[in-house]
C-alpha cells in the first residue's frame, strides 16, 4: 500500500491542524495504521495508532487528550486530528500502516512495513 501524508503548515501554539494519510494500491481497511513523527536531532516517536477495524485507539502520553486519530475505509484515508498545539509538537509527521492483526507493539517502528513520505508541523511559541 501507498501512503501520502498531507495537512502539515505552520501554526500558532493553541491552534490545530488535521493531518490526512490517503492510501493506494491496497485495501486501505484491512490495515492498522499509526502517526509517528520525528524532530531534528531525535528518533522518530510513536503519536497514536488505530487497528484496522477502527475500534481501538492508542496515544503516546505527551498527546492524549489533545490529539484524536480516525480513519474514514470509504475515502481510504486515515487523519490525526491535532488541538491545543505546542511548539514541542514541532516536528515532520508521518503515517504508517501494517497489515498484522496481533500487535505486540505498536507503538515500534519495526512493526510497520508501509510509510508514507512524511507532512511537516510547525508550532510557533
Known amino acids: 500500500v501507498q501512503l501520502q501524508a498531507s495537512g502539515g503548515g505552520l501554526v500558532q501554539a493553541g491552534g490545530a491542524l488535521r493531518l490526512s494519510c490517503a492510501a493506494a494500491?491496497?485495501?486501505?481497511?484491512?490495515?492498522?495504521m499509526g502517526w509517528f513523527r520525528q524532530a531534528p536531532g531525535k528518533e522518530r516517536e510513536f503519536v497514536a495508532h488505530i487497528t484496522w477495524t477502527g475500534d481501538r485507539t492508542y496515544y503516546a502520553d505527551s498527546v492524549k487528550g489533545r490529539f484524536t486519530i480516525s480513519r474514514e475505509n470509504s475515502k481510504n484515508t486515515g487523519y490525526l486530528q491535532m488541538n491545543s498545539l505546542k511548539p514541542e509538537d514541532t516536528a515532520k509527521y508521518y503515517c504508517a500502516a501494517d497489515a498484522r492483526r496481533y500487535w505486540s507493539d505498536y507503538s515500534n517502528t519495526y512493526n510497520y512495513d508501509y510509510w508514507g513520505q512524511g507532512t511537516q508541523v510547525t508550532v510557533s511559541s
Open positions: 494500491g491496497r485495501t486501505f481497511s484491512s490495515y492498522s
